[in-house]
């Protein structure tokens, strides 16, 4: 196997074809005039996504458009092995480019990619995909996001990934695709499976094993054990559609399309130390840096594994992401006695009651059950005395509002 | 109809003729249509359904009226396209008002205009839901989005500014050879109502700072530096309240549009339609006070026009 992604681009139809996809890549992760939703168009090839998100989320997220690349994927690997890494992938490509033709040094014997594979499928069969950072298409796509548009910096860390085996790459040639890769490994296993069932299952049984040993467990750690789940804290807004926050985090993949595709600038990749670790890096909602505009599902039509599940318009609009809270403290209405409601004005769901003070001065209050969560009212609040006077807090299961 | 001239002869000769009795309540509808012109701004108020003709009526009367200077080459309108809402709900200039107002400064020699904006929502839903990037296309008009195009910006001084001493004001508010204010008229859960005066929120960068410093003292202060040639409110449809974005279910429709020289008796006039006196907004109170317009609707003249 090694030996067939060494060769290197043979024959010159496939290294242009390798060569112009990769440009492609390159061309949709820009964007520029292009549709946002181009940039879902590499990330949902992986087979791999498809499946493990169809797994943790019990159905198929996706429509006939976005399902039939990654089908078709799969039956290239099931009767062509890795033919997707030798002809497609873009990530590949460009490990490929940065591989001598001789190995250096060995930095990994071991091969890895058939364990994360089976974390993978495990965890998700639990409902968390565990390890999909590590699914290739995005590794690309981030990187060229965070380049391209400029994502914010904690976007760089998951973006780390691929600089990191382009690096090991010129010591131990293409050691990402033969040793770490779980796509790839799910193409050789696909091809194996096809030809002699029996025998692929006594070759893989160790990774099998480990993943069912550690990817189960995990899984469920990350679903239920309290030091994964943090309660009562505050937590911020998740993109209209993401529905279950712990969820959420697993089966987002971070290839920041969505980001990327926000027209306001709220969604940001996002940390936060005292959340679980697979929300680690997820976008989320910081309304600092924009609102969530009322006409706007770009975000769900960015996604290319249903961790923002499609919504229309209409039903976005009806989701509660989290619930603004008004610190009186910090208000100039009900503190400074100003003439503000700034957040009334801005709020496009008339969520902003007023009380009215003794002198005639109008002050804010907050009606939970029409509130969205969409964060117009912190992102224009002018206070500065205390910091924003309103902030939203973010909900760990949305709802949809009766209209 | 009631469309009259004032010249400096008829209004020595009726005034005094009729002498002072001239004490009207502030109630709009109380006013007599007839009356004995006075030494003060100019109000037309034209009624009508139909949004071309309101917009005819008004460029005419404005072309009667001394238009829009000797050479208007250039000129910039403000409108309101803050929000992302239909022309139906009230939350911004109606864009049939926009296009058919262009369109009859090109037939009238006028050979750039602009319409900037610092809009609330996102420009993206702002200009296309509210119909206004439609219409100033129809227009041939650029809509240029002051949240993105930075480079506008420039600072000016505010010398009689009491709250506001400096402001960032887009460039081509303060350099056009006319200036034409076009807001709507609606209910505004801070600033009690917004016309014509609140409208140049949506000209200068950092609204935030009217909020902590006095927002009423703000509007009336940005008014001694930004002063159009000419102010049309929008008062087909007006909110009466959950303004100033809406949706309201308290829609009236009193179909007019609000013509004025004087940005302050124009606002002044419309506040009528939603409150009894103008001590309802403390900006109009406050205008008053630094004399920045007229207030009082004796000491203006109130056309009624039908289109």
Redesign the interface.
């Known amino acids: 196997m090694i030996r067939i992604l060494h060769l290197g681009p043979r024959s010159a139809v496939r290294a242009a074809v390798r060569l112009l996809l990769l440009a492609l890549a390159v061309l949709f992760a820009f964007g520029g005039p292009l549709p946002f939703w181009m940039k879902r168009i590499f990330p949902s090839f992986s087979p791999l996504s498809l499946i493990a998100s169809a797994l943790a989320q019990r159905g198929w997220y996706a429509g006939v458009f976005w399902m039939t690349p990654p089908l078709v994927v799969l039956l290239m690997g099931l009767f062509r092995g890795r033919m997707f890494c030798n002809w497609i992938c873009p990530a590949g490509t460009l490990f490929h480019l940065a591989s001598p033709r001789k190995c250096i040094a060995h930095v990994s014997r071991r091969r890895w990619s058939g364990y994360i594979f089976w974390i993978i499928i495990f965890s998700s069969l639990a409902g968390f995909p565990l390890l999909f950072i590590l699914e290739p298409q995005p590794l690309l796509q981030r990187d060229l996001l965070w380049t391209g548009r400029g994502l914010n910096a904690l976007a760089l860390v998951p973006g780390l990934v691929f600089p990191l085996f382009l690096l090991l790459g010129i010591f131990q040639p293409m050691i990402w695709c033969t040793h770490f890769c779980p796509a790839g490994h799910f193409f050789d296993f696909l091809r194996h499976l096809r030809k002699s069932p029996a025998q692929t299952f006594s070759k893989e049984r160790r990774e099998l094993l480990a993943g069912l040993c550690i990817g189960l467990p995990a899984a469920c750690a990350a679903a239920h054990l309290p030091g994964f789940k943090t309660k009562n804290k505050w937590m911020p807004a998740l993109p209209p559609g993401a529905h279950d926050a712990d969820q959420f985090g697993a089966i987002c993949h971070r290839c920041y399309a969505c980001v990327d595709s926000c027209?306001?600038g709220i969604l940001r990749a996002g940390f936060r130390v005292d959340r679980p670790l697979t929300s680690w890096f997820q976008p989320e909602m910081n309304p600092e840096f924009?609102a969530c505009?009322?006409?706007?599902d770009n975000c769900s039509r960015a996604c290319p594994t249903g961790a923002i599940k499609k919504t229309s318009v209409d039903e976005k609009r009806m989701i509660q992401i989290g619930i603004a809270e008004v610190n009186r403290e910090a208000c100039?209405a009900w503190t400074?006695g100003?003439?503000?409601?700034?957040c009334?004005?801005?709020?496009?769901y008339?969520a902003?009651e007023?009380s009215f003070s003794e002198t005639g001065i109008?002050r804010p209050i907050v009606n939970p059950e029409i509130c969205r969560g969409c964060g117009f009212c912190q992102h224009?609040c002018?206070?500065?005395r205390m910091g924003r006077a309103i902030i939203v807090r973010g909900l760990e299961k949305q709802r949809v509002l009766e209209g | 109809m009631y469309l009259r001239q004032t010249t400096r002869r008829t209004f020595l000769k009726q005034a005094f003729a009729s002498g002072a009795a001239l004490t009207l309540g502030p109630s709009w509808l109380a006013l007599a249509e007839d009356r004995s012109p006075v030494e003060g701004p100019d109000v037309w108020v034209i009624h009508g359904g139909d949004k071309r003709a309101l917009i005819g009526k008004a460029l005419e009367i404005m072309f009667e009226n001394g238009g829009f200077g000797p050479q208007p080459d250039t000129l910039t309108l403000k409108v309101n396209a803050a929000w992302?809402r239909t022309p139906d709900e009230g939350a911004c200039t109606h864009p049939e008002l926009v296009t058919a107002f262009l369109e009859g400064c090109r037939d009238a020699g006028v050979k750039k205009t602009v319409i900037p904006e610092n809009p609330?929502?996102?420009a993206?839903?702002a200009f296309t839901?509210s119909g206004l990037q439609d219409a100033a296309a129809r227009a041939k008009t650029p809509m240029i989005n002051l949240e993105k195009e930075k480079k506008y910006w420039k600072s000016f001084e505010l010398p009689q500014g009491r709250s506001l001493k400096t402001a960032k004001v887009a460039s081509q508010f303060m350099e056009t050879d006319v200036l034409v204010n076009m807001p709507v008229a609606k209910h505004?859960?801070?600033?009690t109502l917004t016309m014509a005066m609140k409208n140049w929120m949506g000209a200068v960068a950092d609204?935030?700072?009217?909020?902590?410093n006095?927002?009423?003292q703000c509007i009336a202060d940005c008014c001694t530096l930004i002063k159009p040639h000419w102010t049309i409110i929008d008062a087909t449809r007006i909110m009466l309240s959950?303004g100033?974005?809406?949706p309201s279910k308290d829609m009236k429709y009193p179909n007019l549009l609000v013509v004025s020289k004087d940005q302050v008796a124009a606002d002044s006039f419309t506040s009528t339609l939603f409150h009894d006196s103008i001590e309802a907004v403390?900006y109009l109170t406050i205008a008053r006070d630094m004399k920045i317009g007229e207030t009082d609707l004796a000491k203006m003249n109130i056309h009624r026009v039908e289109a």
């Open positions: 027209p306001t924009g505009e009322e006409f706007c100039l400074d100003e003439h503000c409601m700034v009334d004005e801005y709020c496009p008339n902003i007023t109008p224009a002018p206070a500065v | 992302a609330c929502n996102d993206a839903y839901r505004h859960g801070g600033a609204r935030g700072w009217w909020h902590r006095d927002l009423h959950r100033p974005q809406g403390r």
